[in-house]
């Protein structure tokens, strides 16, 4: 399927010379769902094959290790923690994201492969939370990456956060889960956001 960007260039405009023959210059594509009973089968095993990247950039993090012990036993429904980008479908943001770590949550966001979904987990990257009126802290981490659930809490239990993998898994079976796509079809938006914040982008501006 053809989208609005398939011609459109990325500028790399911050990159040096030398950098942007390193770099893909092409805009990221939406992807089109499979037929309906396929797309139907794909949903289901997204659904039960959730392997998460848990970028630990505030304390929320802390209360994702518990769910690794036979109390919670996450592996027996499909979920389990992987170390790399490349490696996993959900990016969790735990807790608070700073200035600083704003520019690693993008990188790592973009080099996953689709379909990804994001969990934002805390108050603090919902709103703010107790750093709501901070110089270095990310308020609304919406506005830089697509969120397919909200997490909230101070900090969440891990009973709360396997309410929401359990949402999560809803809303993919339900094929509401589109936040990549969003992100593709909204990506001037969520770079304008983005780079408004950052001020050092020494970056291409999509890292595949
Ligand atoms: S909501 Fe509470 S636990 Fe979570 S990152 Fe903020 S201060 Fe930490």
Known sequence: ???????????????????????????????????????????????NSLWFLAFGTGCGAIELRPLLTSRFDIYSKGIAPRPTPRQSGVFIIGGYSSVKTLKRIIRSYEQMQNPKFVISLCSC???????????????????????????????????????????????????????????????EYYKANQKKIIKDWNMPDYNW
Do not use: H
């Open 1 to 47: 399927m053809k989208n609005k960007n398939d011609k459109k260039i990325l500028e790399n405009a911050d990159l040096k010379p030398i950098d942007k023959d390193l770099f893909s210059n092409a805009y990221p594509e939406t992807v089109p769902p499979l037929n309906k009973y396929m797309e139907k089968l794909a949903n289901w095993a997204r659904a």
């Open 125 to 187: 990257s919902i709103n703010g939370g107790m750093y709501f009126d901070s110089y270095n802290t990310i308020n609304q981490i919406d506005k830089y990456i697509p969120v397919d659930v909200f997490i909230t809490g101070c900090m969440p239990r891990p009973e709360a956060i396997m309410a929401g993998f359990d949402k999560l898994k809803e809303r993919i079976l339900a094929g509401k889960t589109e936040g990549a796509n969003k992100y593709v079809e909204n990506f």
